[in-house]
């Protein structure tokens, strides 16, 4: 199939057709006379490519989601980054409208820059469904001004673990749930949980009466065989080892109580919260 063909099929232009053939993207077959002849499968990845561009896609961007072998994950990271980038940007707008009304916004333009540079680190050192939640769990946290020399510091052993973390290797046992998740866990999932989280640690003695048999019959499933078989488990001592090794629980969480005030009341308050459940059944602790 010649060019002119392809450019009446995908509606891209031939320069473009061209640019994209100089990324990388497509290998035509060059034929002795110079001229390109491109194939079924050349025609989908521009199909897919004119569509990605329509979303606003970089040429990065849609280059990583060609060459993944799992597709839906990765446009589900450059979903979730966007997002970021675009409540940044709003929140960019919302102060510049603040500025021409004459306020200050020196303080919270530099609590918004060290937000979103926060966030957009995790999701880049922490891929799929764990980058996102641990993103939308801190992010509501970083709302703070930084007003002391501890607080910077905190920031900077933040960052600087973060930009020294050796990527995630996930077993490929675990990649097929982490995936489904990744097909369920959006911004409004990840917030109702943040949510219910909060109201169960605000009101504990209600929680536990609307949820008592729920989490009875989950403790149950805990000692059960189909748990023990499922991948659960599995997942919890390697996030265990992770934390372990990469120095999480002994790094970033300490950094991260002592930069947000806010997190650090959150942090003591689940930690009463367990000590709760634990008065309530106290096997739970075993399990």
């Known amino acids: 199939m010649k060019i002119n063909e392809i450019c009446k099929l995908t509606g891209l232009t031939k320069k473009a057709i061209e640019y994209y053939q100089i990324k990388g993207l497509i290998k035509p077959t060059i034929l002795e006379n110079g001229y390109r002849e491109f194939t079924e499968c050349d025609v989908e990845q521009l199909m897919t490519i004119a569509v990605l561009k329509k979303l606003e896609l970089t040429v990065d961007e849609i280059k990583q989601v060609l060459e993944s072998k799992d597709r839906n994950s990765v446009l589900m990271r450059i979903k979730h980054a966007k997002q970021v980038q675009t409540k940044a940007k709003l929140e960019r707008i919302e102060l510049i409208g603040q500025m021409a009304r004459g306020e200050d916004i020196r303080d919270r333009i530099n609590v918004l820059e060290q937000k979103c540079t926060i966030r957009e680190k995790l999701l880049s050192a922490f891929p799929g469904y764990y980058g996102r939640y641990i993103s939308f769990h801190f992010g509501r946290f970083?709302?703070?001004?930084?007003?002391?020399?501890?607080?910077?510091?905190?920031?900077?052993?933040?960052?600087?673990?973060?930009?020294?973390?050796?990527?995630?290797?996930?077993?490929?046992?675990?990649?097929?749930?982490?995936?489904?998740?990744?097909?369920?866990?959006?911004?409004?999932?990840?917030?109702?949980?943040?949510?219910?989280?909060?109201?169960?640690?605000?009101?504990?003695?209600?929680?536990?009466?609307?949820?008592?048999?729920?989490?009875?019959?989950?403790?149950?499933?805990?000692?059960?065989?189909?748990?023990?078989?499922?991948?659960?488990?599995?997942?919890?001592?390697?996030?265990?080892?992770?934390?372990?090794?990469?120095?999480?629980?002994?790094?970033?969480?300490?950094?991260?109580?002592?930069?947000?005030?806010?997190?650090?009341?959150?942090?003591?308050?689940?930690?009463?919260?367990?000590?709760?459940?634990?008065?309530?059944?106290?096997?739970?602790?075993?399990?």
């Open 142 to 287: 970083l709302n703070e001004p930084i007003k002391t020399d501890q607080q910077k510091s905190m920031y900077d052993i933040i960052i600087s673990f973060l930009d020294n973390m050796e990527s995630i290797e996930v077993p490929e046992e675990l990649q097929e749930m982490f995936n489904e998740a990744d097909s369920y866990m959006d911004d409004e999932v990840i917030e109702s949980m943040s949510l219910n989280m909060q109201t169960a640690i605000n009101d504990f003695e209600a929680y536990w009466e609307n949820n008592h048999e729920s989490i009875t019959k989950y403790v149950e499933y805990r000692k059960s065989e189909e748990y023990k078989n499922s991948l659960m488990p599995k997942f919890k001592d390697w996030f265990k080892k992770f934390a372990q090794a990469s120095g999480y629980n002994d790094v970033f969480i300490p950094a991260m109580r002592k930069l947000s005030p806010s997190y650090n009341e959150y942090y003591e308050e689940m930690l009463k919260f367990n000590t709760e459940i634990i008065k309530k059944i106290p096997e739970i602790e075993q399990l």
